[in-house]
């Protein structure tokens, strides 16, 4: 009989996402079906699904961790912010449409029934479902209709393990704060708690983890110190991403506000050779930058001014005088054409805007979304690339005539007259060893990271990391089966 258990925090970031994968990696390891679910994540950073839909990237992560296939029901609700009071939703992998917040609230009842449906039919393929929560279940003025925390554990009937994160300090106080404001019937949920992110000798914690277990009466299920290689694994949203100092080959990134399947980095990031610098608001990009990468957006548009606002664009028009190189992935890939057109005002208000033009192409947005797996062909090296697309529009123009891939048989992305600028819409063109040493090359650098094997060697000591700090067998004992399976 399928089990379940959730994994809630005491808040956002506190390492629920990488503490599923690495729970998910060790129970494989001894032997049971595991499945990851998220009833609702709020995230840019999504990833394709073989079914046709789209995930929050961490699911996707934890599905690998899992070793089975991404599926839609991992996160059969996800937010992705389009502005400050407004996401897109997309429901078991699809679009649904664009809410307001408070809208979203009003149609929390029929989203649970999906969040439940999927959950099911996870539970049909399974001997553990590992729940993660959202953010935090002490969040009392959203717990009317909540899907992501307490609401889901109670409908479902799963129960709970509270973390904390004493790396941001204050962690008594996060887990016996949320124990006072949390309800009866919501605290009945709770079977454990567990401190994630301890820096230093442990042992030095062992009073303040005793005096949590007195105060709330959960047993401790363990401290995990924190995880040196997390940064290597994909990460879950623009919070997590970081710039990381690798050797004299310096990409440089600008951290647009509505930044969107940003995992394109990480490829890079892993390299030793490489630098990648993230660029926030208020800086200017670096003059000394051999690539300028511009990343996928979520609000293409709303990006591009932003970008303009932080005098980025003066900065990259200085960059191309000094002989540097632009790459444009995705929503970056519209901003380098001469103009982005949204006749029907998918992301805002209608009308047609210029873009960078460094590119000689031009954007159309339409209502139709391309969410899809692709496996292509880099030109001209023939280098066999796996990669993904999720977007709306479609862009055309002289450029591309000079695509430098191929998916099917049809040219995909475009390349200026020089080759030094270039934009397409395919993500995750890194990930391929062979065409990022191909690439790295022609700079002058050598490629020497095997990625997708790198990823998997942090899995298997994120799960020894797991393992010889939490109480595995006491979590496998407090998981029980859900009340609707």
Avoid at 324 to 333: K, N
Avoid at 357 to 379: F, I, N, P, S, W
Wanted: aromatic letters at 6%; a negative charge.
């Amino acid at each position: 009989m399928v089990r379940a258990i959730m994994i809630q925090g005491t808040g956002s970031n506190v390492g629920k996402s990488m503490l599923v994968a690495g729970l998910a990696r060790a129970f494989v390891r001894r032997g049971l079906r595991v499945a990851p679910f998220k009833p609702q994540n709020m995230s840019n950073n999504a990833a394709a699904t073989e079914d046709g839909g789209e995930i929050g990237r961490a699911q996707a992560l934890q599905a690998r961790a899992a070793r089975r296939v991404p599926h839609t029901d991992m996160n059969p609700i996800l937010l992705k912010p389009e502005t400050d009071t407004g996401a897109q939703i997309i429901v078991q992998g699809k679009r649904a449409g664009t809410m307001r917040a408070g809208d979203y609230r009003k149609n929390k009842a029929h989203l649970l029934e999906k969040a439940l449906e999927s959950f099911e039919r996870l539970c049909g393929d399974a001997d553990l479902v590992l729940v993660e929560g959202a953010g935090s279940p002490a969040e009392t003025n959203l717990r009317a209709g909540d899907i992501a925390n307490m609401g889901f554990a109670c409908a479902a009937g799963v129960p709970v393990v509270l973390v904390g994160d004493i790396h941001r300090g204050g962690v008594i106080a996060q887990i016996v704060g949320t124990q006072a404001v949390l309800e009866p019937g919501d605290l009945a949920q709770i079977r454990a708690f567990a401190v994630n992110r301890f820096k230093g000798d442990i042992s030095l914690f062992d009073e303040g983890r005793d005096d949590i277990a007195r105060r709330t009466g959960w047993p401790c299920l363990g401290v995990v110190p924190w995880f040196d290689d997390a940064w290597r694994l994909p990460a879950e949203d623009m919070m997590d991403i970081r710039s990381s100092t690798g050797g004299t080959f310096k990409v440089v990134v600008p951290q647009l506000e509505r930044m969107a399947n940003f995992d394109d980095l990480d490829p890079l990031s892993a390299e030793p050779g490489v630098t990648v610098e993230i660029i926030p608001a208020g800086r200017p990009l670096p003059g000394d930058a051999n690539l300028v990468l511009l990343p996928g957006s979520k609000s293409t548009i709303g990006d591009l001014a932003y970008f303009r606002a932080q005098g980025w664009d003066i900065d990259l028009y200085a960059h191309m005088r000094r002989g540097g190189h632009v790459l444009g992935l995705c929503g970056g890939y519209q901003m380098l054409g001469r103009s982005i057109d949204d006749p029907d005002g998918i992301e805002g208000h209608p009308g047609k805007v210029d873009g960078l033009g460094l590119l000689d192409v031009e954007t159309v947005m339409t209502d139709e979304k391309q969410v899809t797996l692709r496996h292509a062909t880099a030109l001209p090296g023939g280098e066999p690339v796996t990669g993904y697309e999720i977007h709306i529009g479609r862009t055309s123009g002289p450029d591309c005539a000079r695509a430098w891939l191929e998916i099917d048989g049809r040219p995909e992305g475009a390349a200026s007259p020089d080759g030094r600028i270039r934009g397409s819409y395919l993500h995750g063109v890194f990930t391929s060893d062979a065409f990022r040493a191909r690439y790295l090359a022609e700079f002058g650098h050598e490629a020497l990271v095997g990625y997708e094997d790198g990823v998997e060697q942090v899995l298997e000591a994120l799960a020894d990391h797991i393992e010889a700090h939490l109480d595995l067998d006491l979590l496998l004992e407090l998981s029980e089966t859900p009340r609707r399976a």
